[in-house]
């Protein structure tokens, strides 16, 4: 069964800093990877997309890398603003056919303090 | 509009009700989802439609049911709602997996509480 793990449960940051959100999963047999955003009470935001053939992947300020065989993904945040604060997801999908479902980790609330 | 709109957005229900909370999506992808998620507990899979005939359980179907009534609709009901059913229940559809896969997307949620 996959497990998808993310560690710590919570970061506080000051503004400005650059910081790295981990993600690890037990199955490296995966389609590929998404980044999520939540805002309290909202929905999810998709934040990236990694296939299993990519090694990484930009939008702005937030780039993630994605290493199938150590089971790891990084979600890295350049120049944090307090906008950034929000719980950052990591789920991954895995199989092709029926099995083909996301399974995703608890989610790591980031605080950025101005 | 948003790609996947959920509604309502609050609910507030008594104890044995029924009730249903419903789901449209103009992604025109045939994969549609429904999650809850708890506090602590993570986003955990109801049920999931992989297209407009096919039904599967998830992870923690039981008290719930659904229906695909069309490739853009998916209701999620609960049959006699109990406290324990109060979440943040979320919507989802997907492509199919591949390298031009979009992934997930996911609706702003519906905040059930049961009294």
């Known amino acids: 069964k996959q497990e998808v793990t993310q560690i710590p449960a919570a970061l506080s940051v000051p503004e400005g800093e650059n910081l790295v959100l981990n993600c690890s999963f037990t199955?490296?047999?995966?389609?590929?990877l998404q980044w999520f955003r939540q805002d309290p009470g909202k929905g999810l935001t998709s934040l990236l997309l990694?296939?299993?053939?990519?090694r990484e992947q930009t939008s702005g300020r937030l780039n993630a890398s994605l290493d199938k065989s150590s089971g790891r993904s990084t979600l890295y945040i350049a120049a944090s603003q307090p906008g950034d604060s929000a719980t950052y997801l990591c789920?991954?999908?895995?199989?092709?056919?029926?099995?083909?479902?996301?399974?995703f980790g608890k989610g790591i609330t980031l605080s950025v303090r101005p | 509009d948003a790609d996947v709109t959920q509604t309502p957005r609050n609910r507030i229900t008594k104890t044995g009700k029924r009730i249903m909370l419903e789901c449209s999506q103009t992604?025109?992808?045939?994969?549609m989802y429904w999650y809850r998620q708890d506090p602590g507990l993570g986003l955990r899979l109801i049920y999931y439609?992989?297209?407009?005939?096919?039904?599967n359980k998830g992870e923690i179907s039981d008290g719930y049911s659904v229906s695909r009534q069309a490739q853009a609709k998916f209701s999620l009901s609960l049959e006699s709602a109990i406290p324990n059913q109060t979440a943040l229940y979320f919507c989802?559809?997907?492509?199919?997996?591949?390298?031009?896969?979009?992934?997930?997307?996911f609706g702003s949620g519906t905040r059930l509480t049961v009294v």
């Open positions: 992604k025109g992808h045939d994969r």
């Open positions: 439609s992989f297209d407009v005939k096919d039904i």
């Open positions: 990694i296939q299993s053939s990519q």
């Open positions: 989802a559809t997907s492509d199919e997996p591949g390298q031009g896969s979009y992934g997930y997307t």
């Open positions: 789920a991954v999908r895995r199989g092709a056919g029926a099995n083909s479902k996301l399974t």
């Open positions: 199955d490296s047999a995966i389609y590929n």
